[in-house]
């Protein structure tokens, strides 16, 4: 499905959540069909301004990026309140500029340091502001910037709802596996790998675990998989 969004429609699914999902989702299944990053991330406060996650450290930013100061692998954390027209204005013309310049110059791309992403939020309890962030980012966004629903910034619960509002990757810091006393049966804490991992699922997607910290072995429930540091995007085995 090609969708041409100006400012105005982007703007407009703001009094639309039921479209917006439905658009989004096409969306995210024509670039990525069902396969859905999983990647862990450390554990910061969050940033009361614009910040980047680079080469897994997280730089706080005067000013939210311009499309030509981006690095391989950044990935942005851009808070937009609710209440504040001016900055969802702003956000809608900062997706499209992102947009226009990643067609007539992509992105650098590096392997070793995963795909470039956005993770919007605000610190206003607003789920359907937070999912219209999320959303409208997939819709106006290239396939090579990837969304993520970041469960730290908007909640557990929300991340999982956004996956079926077009985000393509759950992110966040990940909790240790809890295990039963008897026998040594994985429990999963649901920010774990495993309960990450269960969240993608429920939603009815496929997941793919991205892992850029140092080297080590996570335990999914099912299979305890190898990840090593520049071992990325991995496929899940089917």
């Known amino acids: 499905m ?17 479209r917006l999902g439905y658009l989004a989702m096409e969306r995210r299944a024509d670039l990525f069909d069902r396969r859905t990053l999983l990647r862990p991330t450390p554990s910061w406060d ?43 204005h702003r956000y809608v013309a900062w997706l499209l500029e992102l947009a226009a310049h990643e067609a007539r110059q992509p992105l650098e791309q590096n392997p070793l340091l995963g795909p470039c992403s956005i993770a919007p939020f605000c610190a206003d309890p607003a789920g359907t502001h937070r999912l219209w962030l999320i959303g409208v980012a997939r819709l106006a966004l290239p396939g090579s910037i990837r969304v993520e629903a970041r469960h730290d910034l908007i909640g557990i619960r929300l991340a999982q709802v956004a996956l079926g509002f077009g985000a393509d990757t759950l992110a966040g810091p990940v909790e240790a596996e809890r295990h ?39 335990e999914t429930g099912r299979h305890t998989i190898p990840i090593q540091l520049f071992e990325i995007d991995r496929e899940d085995e089917t």
């Open 2 to 18: 090609t969708l041409e969004m100006d400012a105005e429609t982007l703007l407009a699914l703001r009094d639309n959540p039921p």
């Open 46 to 88: 969050p940033p009361i301004g614009a910040a980047i996650l680079r080469r897994n450290q997280q730089l706080e930013l005067p000013a939210w990026p311009e499309p030509d100061a981006w690095q391989p692998g950044d990935r942005v954390l851009l808070p937009v309140e609710p209440d504040d027209e001016l900055a969802i």
């Open 180 to 218: 039963l006393p008897v026998a040594g049966v994985t429990r999963p804490n649901e920010a774990s790998i495993t309960g990450l991992r269960n969240l993608i699922e429920q939603a009815g997607l496929v997941c793919a675990l991205q892992e850029d910290a140092v080297p080590r072995a996570l």
